[in-house]
């Protein structure tokens, strides 16, 4: 679309203007989701704090970074499994921590910040995705790199079939999400977007499944054994607008939102001239480990489909 003159000039246009944006944006830890979980669960405040009351209980600082040393010098021994709320169906049940995942246990936001790739802006082909993970402070706790052919990349586009594999900041793979491929369009009620959720490696622990929807963008969050957990719900129109796209998720009786996957706004430049995308997914810091990862695997899918063209998210 763009000649590559421009391209190049949009180059360090991007690069003087990035920083710019970052800090024009408020802080994230400051945006909070409002949620409330049925059967004596957890609710958050707008400033991001828990309500007071006599039953709550303060939550530490988070621990270390995922790969990083343990401050004494031993091995890091994580928790077995996490206490699991009430089978009261508002919320799925919490199932032991997969290794190397268990700093997300104590998150209640999580960013998800695609890297610019200069070499597919200047020739204007696909190159493999690239994410940076972090918490709410902007530290970088994984690092997610895309898998594919370049062949799938350019001919298939935003339908290829790829592999994203996550990494700790030590560089071990704690998280492997697998996308085959697969057709996308409200016309087709049959073999919709899907995506294998493994953590660790080769050990299926979820999966995002597309719902046929001929007005709005719906999938589900599913278990191991593919029953239905959780459902997310988007918009009538992914086109942000200059503002942000809100993907909501909630029980599957549609009654209660736990929590919600957003696609920032970044700005004119940004979004233009770049594939580049933010993400932020907030979810209860009580939430299964195995569904957090889930609903990243979820950012990947819905930047494969809605927002990987430039223009797309306008």
Not at 8 to 31: M, Q, Y
Not at 217 to 243: M, R, S, Y
Request: proline share 8%; glycine share 8%; aromatic share 8%.
């Amino acid at each position: 679309m763009f000649s590559t003159p421009l391209r190049v000039l949009a180059v360090f246009g991007i690069w003087c203007f990035k920083n710019t944006v970052d800090e024009k944006r408020p802080s994230l830890s400051s945006v909070r989701l409002s949620s409330a979980v049925q059967g004596g669960g957890s609710s958050f405040s707008e400033e991001g704090g828990p309500p007071h009351g006599k039953n709550q209980k303060r939550r530490g600082p988070p621990g270390p970074l995922p790969g990083a040393p343990d401050p004494d010098g031993g091995p890091r021994v994580s928790s077995a499994s996490r206490e699991a709320p009430a089978p009261d169906g508002s919320l799925p049940a919490t199932a032991p921590l997969p290794p190397g995942l268990e700093y997300l246990s104590q998150l209640d936001l999580i960013i998800i910040h695609q890297q610019v790739e200069i070499l597919g802006m200047i020739l204007g082909t696909e190159t493999s995705n690239k994410y940076e993970i972090k918490n709410s402070s902007g530290q970088r706790i994984y690092f997610a790199v895309e898998e594919s052919l370049c062949f799938n990349r350019n001919v298939c586009s935003t339908l290829r079939s790829c592999s994203v594999r996550v990494s700790d900041n030590a560089g071990r793979e704690v998280l492997t999400v697998h996308r085959p491929l697969r057709c996308s369009s409200c016309c087709c009620p049959c073999y919709l977007q899907e995506l294998e959720i493994q953590a660790p490696p080769g050990t299926t622990v979820g999966y995002v499944a597309q719902k046929w929807d001929p007005f709005r963008p719906k999938f589900t969050i599913q278990n191991a054994h593919k029953e239905d957990v959780l459902k997310i719900i988007g918009p009538w129109t992914t086109c942000g607008c200059f503002g942000d796209v809100d993907f909501e998720v909630k029980t599957m009786n549609e009654k209660l939102t736990i929590g919600k996957i957003s696609k920032y706004w970044s700005g004119f430049v940004n979004d233009v001239f770049t594939n580049a995308d933010n993400f932020g997914v907030h979810v209860p810091p009580d939430l299964d480990v195995t569904v957090k990862a889930a609903m990243i695997g979820a950012c990947f899918l819905f930047d494969f489909m809605f927002f990987e063209h430039s223009l797309a998210g306008l």
